[in-house]
């Protein structure tokens, strides 16, 4: 086709984002090549790139055929003096027994490290109990120690964490990768399972269900680790997790996989919109005081973008309707936490902020009987009651006027959690008088051909990582958007659906110590995000919500 004066067409081109100076300057694509671009070569003159500490480390996010998982210069000398002393660079998290790290390749222990890096500083800074995972850690990596697929899983809720903030189709990739072996692992160790390997099979079963994208693929892990727990109660104060099977061991081993959806009555649509209208309640209180704490305030804005969003909706149905229109909740509550508190700490206004978070997952539950108490409500109960006792302290009159104020708005976690700790043990009272027969004969069988349909079946073109599920909340009627969208919170539906994987990850590898093959990394990255804001050298981030 001609172009302007019948000459030849202009050649289209995509704007370079992360170009150097010297070719921003001239007006001119950049190729972004590390550590000297091609023009600056061409040219004979230095790149700025020369000065980034990108361009000393050797597995760059921009490397050719890697996945981006947010190297700096401190992580890379920290993992090489890991892999030449063989000493883990955390020792505060006691892990024992220790795995044989000079077994494990560099991605890997990079892996290794991101979650360990995140643990470790909530555990220096005492917040440890206000999320919902970073306690389990070092307890996962001493049982990951003997069993491999149990690292597998580690491996891959790791690598989503880190597509989650570096929004990376490789990092996902990788994700995929991990989750597929540990599904497989955690196969075999159900086939084989015993009093020893019984702790290694609750580990890899929590991990992977909270990794669970797929209505399907959840459900038959959470039954399957009721199952697994039910087994264990001859010899559960053996186990590492007794604390976490005598909270758990008085719910039934029902299946989740095949419920029969319930009709949404008038009374209940009530009730419905008078839940949604007290938790907006409670946040339109909190607003006025996140002035001059805009991370605090968008993550509000967000969650009440959400409740908006949820009304707009309407009641789901089936069990699938109410996982998918919980989901974003789900997926903040685990990465949100440790973004804020790695940031600020146990300042008060993020521990109020953060309960109300949990307190939201407790408050709707009832919008969601059939999964919310164990896919939200369950998990959040905990550390929201660390928030209140902290918080709590803060109303004495020794601390300022703001201060009080703000402590006095936990309250209304501290009605949620009273209201949900009440429906728990009236639920569990109900299942504790049931009938034999009115139990689900589900067992280890049943979970064993669950799981192997799941391998079978399932399709790892789809996500595995709570980075990349499609919010099926993302239509947002007119007037109800609240404040810009973030590219961390929501990913474009498209670039999922789209999505397809050239490489299978369902063939085991004999170790999680084996090399991953090799993963391609587009020149030019859909989203146009690097490392965000707020990334912290020691491996994790402040809040993720601005490039």
């Known amino acids: 086709m001609a172009g302007p004066g019948g000459g030849p067409s202009r050649r289209s081109h995509t704007k370079s984002r992360k170009g150097c100076k010297t070719c921003k300057k001239r007006h001119i694509r950049c190729d972004e090549t590390f550590p000297q671009c091609r023009n600056c070569t061409k040219h004979q003159v230095r790149c700025d790139y020369m000065d980034s500490p990108a361009a000393l480390i050797p597995e760059s996010p921009k490397s050719p055929q890697q996945p981006n998982l947010l190297w700096t210069a401190e992580i890379n000398t920290t993992i090489e003096l890991w892999r030449q002393t063989g000493e883990f660079p955390f020792p505060e998290l006691r892990i024992y027994p220790l795995p044989q790290w000079s077994a494990y390749s560099k991605t890997e222990l990079r892996l290794i490290h991101h979650l360990s890096s995140i643990s470790n500083e909530m555990f220096r800074n005492r917040t440890s109990h206000l999320t919902i995972w970073t306690d389990m850690i070092p307890k996962f990596l001493g049982i990951a120690a003997m069993h491999p697929f149990v690292m597998h899983s580690i491996l891959a809720f790791s690598a989503s964490h880190l597509a989650w903030i570096s929004q990376s189709s490789e990092t996902r990739n990788l994700a995929f990768h991990h989750h597929g072996i540990g599904l497989k692992g955690l196969h075999e160790g159900i086939a084989n399972f015993t009093r020893s390997n019984s702790d290694a099979v609750l580990a890899s079963s929590l991990l992977l269900s909270w990794q669970a994208t797929d209505w399907r693929g959840w459900a038959s892990l959470v039954t399957g680790t009721r199952t697994v727990i039910q087994a264990m109660q001859p010899w559960r104060h053996e186990s590492v997790f007794a604390d976490y ?67 707009a909706t309407g009641s789901a149905q089936t069990a699938e309707d109410q996982f998918n229109q919980l989901y974003t909740l789900r997926k903040w509550l685990f990465w949100v936490p440790i973004s804020l508190l790695a940031a600020k700490r146990g300042e008060v206004t993020v521990l109020v902020v953060l309960g109300h978070f949990y307190a939201t997952a407790l408050a709707l539950e009832p919008l969601f009987r059939d999964i919310g108490s164990v896919f939200c409500a369950n998990l959040s109960l905990p550390p929201l009651e660390e928030i209140i006792h902290i918080v709590q302290a803060y109303q004495d009159p020794r601390y300022d006027e703001r201060t009080q104020s703000l402590a006095y708005l936990i309250q209304f976690a501290v009605d949620m959690a009273s209201s949900y700790k009440t429906r728990r043990e009236w639920a569990r009272q109900q299942a504790a008088d049931a009938s034999p027969m009115q139990q689900s004969p589900y067992g280890l069988e049943s979970l064993n051909v669950e799981l192997e349909n799941q391998i079978a079946q399932y399709s790892y073109g789809q996500s595995l990582s709570p980075a990349f599920a499609p919010s099926p909340l993302t239509f947002v009627p007119n007037g109800l958007a609240s404040g810009p969208t973030s590219p961390y919170l929501e990913v474009p539906r498209g670039s999922i659906d789209g999505y397809t994987s050239s490489t299978s990850y369902t063939s085991p590898l004999a170790s999680p110590a084996t090399i991953p093959p090799p993963y391609s990394m587009p020149e030019d990255h859909a989203y146009g995000f690097g490392v965000p804001m707020g990334y912290h050298a020691s491996g994790f981030v402040a809040t993720p919500i601005w490039t």
């Open 245 to 311: 099977i005598a909270e758990h061991s008085p719910m039934p081993s029902k299946t989740l996989v095949n419920l029969v959806a319930s009709p949404i009555t008038e009374q209940r649509r009530r009730e419905h919109v008078r839940i949604l209208s007290d938790v907006h309640a409670s946040l339109q209180r909190l607003q006025p005081y996140l002035n001059r704490h805009d991370q605090e305030s968008k993550w509000v804005d967000q969650l009440r973008g959400y409740l908006d969003r949820l009304g």
